[in-house]
């Protein structure tokens, strides 16, 4: 399977974090980047309710990456926000997810080690 094949079935991907999410994720115009052997794009939260204890978005940079071996793996990075807050347990900056067998899976808890998402600390 290629990039492309994947990318192009993104939307049963967005639907299960979606759920995954107990959110309602949208794409943000302009955010897609498609190539031969990477695609990406950045989902958030269309309309987040109040909930106990404050507001709380989502922040999603999707990817699809063709890795050694010619296989593709689908990723999600998922930035938390409480009142427009990025929240993380300590040291962290986001939860990985991974697109397995047709649903999605917790990782791991990463940090920022390269600097990628230091101006994601707020929401507009």
């Given at each position: 399977?290629?990039?492309?094949?994947?990318?192009?079935?993104r939307e049963v991907?967005?639907?299960?974090l979606s759920?995954?999410?107990?959110?309602?994720l949208?794409?943000?115009?302009?955010?897609?980047?498609?190539?031969?052997?990477?695609?990406?794009?950045?989902?958030r939260?269309?309309?987040?309710?109040s909930?106990?204890?404050?507001?709380?978005e989502?922040v999603?940079h999707?990817?699809?990456?063709?890795?050694?071996?010619?296989?593709?793996?689908?990723?999600a990075?998922?930035?938390?926000?409480?009142?427009?807050?990025?929240v993380?347990?300590?040291?962290?900056?986001?939860?990985?997810?991974?697109?397995?067998?047709?649903?999605?899976?917790?990782?791991?808890?990463?940090?920022?080690?390269?600097?990628?998402?230091?101006?994601l600390?707020?929401?507009?």
């Open positions: 399977m290629q990039v492309a094949d994947v990318w192009s079935s991907c967005l639907l299960a759920d995954f999410l107990g959110a309602t949208q794409l943000v115009q302009g955010s897609e980047r498609v190539g031969n052997d990477a695609a990406s794009a950045t989902v939260d269309s309309m987040s309710p909930r106990p204890g404050g507001v709380i989502h999603v999707l990817q699809v990456a063709q890795v050694e071996g010619g296989e593709v793996e689908v990723w990075l998922v930035f938390f926000f409480v009142e427009k807050r990025r993380a347990p300590a040291g962290q900056c986001f939860l990985t997810l991974q697109w397995e067998k047709g649903r999605w899976t917790s990782r791991r808890w990463e940090a920022d080690v390269y600097g990628e998402w230091t101006g600390e707020t929401l507009d």
